[in-house]
Structure formats: C-alpha cells, structure tokens
Nanobody, 120 residues
Framework: QVQLVESGGGLVQAGGSLRLSCAASGSIFSIGSMGWYRQAPGKQRELSATITSGGRVNYADSVKGRFTISRDNAKNTVYLQMNSLKPEDTAVYYC??????????????WGQGTLVTVSS
C-alpha cells in the first residue's frame, strides 16, 4: 500500500516561515509529478505548487515569489518552503503525487493534510 505522510504544519505569525514535508512510502517503482494543494475554510481546494520528476516547477500566482517547492527523489519526498506568510495562506495543505506501483502505472494519491495557520 502506498501512502503520503505530511509534516511541518503549525501556527506562525504573519511574515514568518514554515517548511512542509511529504514522504511517499510503500511499493513504488517511480514517482512522477508531486505537488502541494491547499484548502481554506469554506473554499475549494486549489493548487499551490507542483514539481515534475525532472525538477520543472509551477506555482500559483498567489504564492509565486514566496513559496519554493523542491523534491528529493532518493527519499521520495517533496518539500514546500513557505516564506513571508500571510493570513490568507491559512489552510489545510495537501500533498499529491502520481506514483507508478506494481499494480497501477498511474496512481494518484493524496496525503491526509496538514494545517497551516497564519496569525495577523
């Protein structure tokens, strides 16, 4: 069974920083795109950032210049460095990955989510 486990959320003041981590584990042949999405209270889940296996990145306009996504392929882990945090960044952040497993060449899975709260 393949799963994503996130860590690093918490409470931070506006202007502060947090680093989220997400590690994939289980029967994995390879991992394609990985990403971070967020869902604020009363809103739909939205993209924050994605990164391909080759390192190509994509950011939502709302986080561009403040957030940095990276990955360590040897550790099957993706990171999200969040700087200059704003109260509107408050949300549950979800990790997402496309994984090639022995039974499924294109398995999309989600982490359980980690709460980030930014106080003003």
């Amino acid at each position: 069974q393949v799963q994503l486990v996130e860590s690093g959320g918490g409470l931070v003041q506006a202007g502060g920083s947090l680093r989220l981590s997400c590690a994939a584990s289980g029967s994995i042949f390879s991992i394609g795109s990985m990403g971070w999405y967020r869902q604020a209270p009363g809103k739909q889940r939205e993209l924050s950032a994605t990164i391909t296996s080759g390192g190509r990145v994509n950011y939502a306009d709302s986080v561009k210049g403040r957030f940095t996504i990276s990955r360590d392929n040897a550790k099957n882990t993706v990171y999200l460095q969040m700087n200059s945090l704003k109260p509107e960044d408050t949300a549950v952040y979800y990790c997402n990955a496309i994984i090639w497993t022995p039974s499924d060449p294109y398995l999309e899975i989600w982490g359980q989510g980690t709460l980030v709260t930014v106080s003003s």
